[in-house]
């Protein structure tokens, strides 16, 4: 009788955990590794890698742990759920749920006792993502100053928005417009020019920002509807150093919310880039300097 009853106990429990992996559990493989960076460089390495595919896109309700990826393949739709998590020393885990839309089912009865097309497929895109984002660690260099001031200055700026992606390419745009406005108008300028963010939303990757040039400023400045005039008062901030592609400078922001976050500092996530190299002589990116800082919270400096 006892032999029994524990016979229908495992039949039950049996039963239970076929039907959860079947017709409940969300995804139908599942991919797990560690990578030596923060989860923003990820998150924004893994947007990047999905933009160079034909055949992949991100959906728009990504979290900044978090991101949701389609991919077709064949006859096929594959969701990839990515996220990420750190773990110590800037390292973090990085989980992949992968399921097949029109194929769920199958995938999971077959994948207990084969190895699938599936599993194939989704491991070689996983490491094709994996060697994209090893080499681009490569490409870049932040070095951690700590803490600093950033010093007033009055400039000229053109307001621009754009996806955090984009954010080099607005200001290769608007970077002309601006250089020939102060040369035109003879302007004399003072320092070097600079970023300032005035908008950060991490989930909708959008970014609003002042692409500015240092001036002197004068009681004769011309007018202009697209730039504008105003004073950038000195704050105190967290300091990094950023070498490399100003393409992907917000590398450094996130270097600086984790040394933050570290030291329980409080911050505004309103970053300011300033620049020393112009891209438009070249060289080695490795050599391109740009000074990140990351405005303490103006709450704790009053």
């Not at 009853?5 to 039950?12: K, M, N, S, T």
């Not at 000195?234 to 950023?242: D, G, N, V």
């Not at 002589?281 to 050599?287: K, N, R, S, T």
Request: a positive charge.
């Amino acid at each position: 009788m006892q032999m029994r009853r524990i016979g229908w106990v495992l039949a039950v429990l049996f039963l239970a955990g076929s039907g959860w992996y079947l017709f409940i559990r969300p995804y139908d493989f599942l991919v797990r590794f560690q990578v030596k960076a923060l989860p923003g460089v990820i998150n924004q390495s893994v947007k990047t890698w999905s933009a160079s595919l034909e055949n992949s896109k991100i959906l728009g309700n990504e979290e900044a742990n978090q991101l949701e990826q389609i991919v077709q393949s064949n006859d096929s739709i594959h969701r990839y759920l990515w996220k990420f998590s750190e773990t110590v020393d800037s390292t973090s885990t990085v989980t992949v749920y992968v399921k097949d839309v029109n194929h769920s089912f199958q995938n999971k009865l077959e994948i207990p006792f084969s190895r699938t097309d599936f599993e194939i497929g989704v491991e070689k895109n996983l490491r094709d993502f994996l060697n994209t984002l090893n080499n681009h660690l490569e490409d870049f260099k932040v070095t951690v100053i700590g803490e600093d001031e950033i010093k007033s200055t009055f400039c000229a700026y053109i307001p621009i928005k754009s996806s955090q992606l984009k954010k080099a390419t607005g200001m290769m745009k608007n970077y002309p417009l601006l250089d020939r406005f102060v040369a035109r108008n003879q302007i004399q300028t003072n320092g070097r020019p600079f970023l300032e963010v005035t908008h950060w939303d991490k989930k909708k990757d959008s970014l609003s920002y002042n692409f500015c040039y240092p001036i002197i400023k004068t009681d004769s400045l011309p007018k202009s509807k697209s730039i504008k005039y105003k004073e950038f008062k000195a704050k105190k901030a967290l300091k990094a150093i950023y070498n490399g592609n100003y393409i992907t400078s917000d590398r450094a922001w996130y270097a600086l919310l984790n040394h933050a976050k570290k030291l329980h500092i409080e911050v505004d996530e309103l970053p300011i880039e300033v620049f020393h190299t112009n891209p438009n002589y070249g060289g080695d990116e490795l050599h391109w300097k740009a000074e990140i800082y990351m405005p303490i919270s103006e709450r704790l400096q009053n």
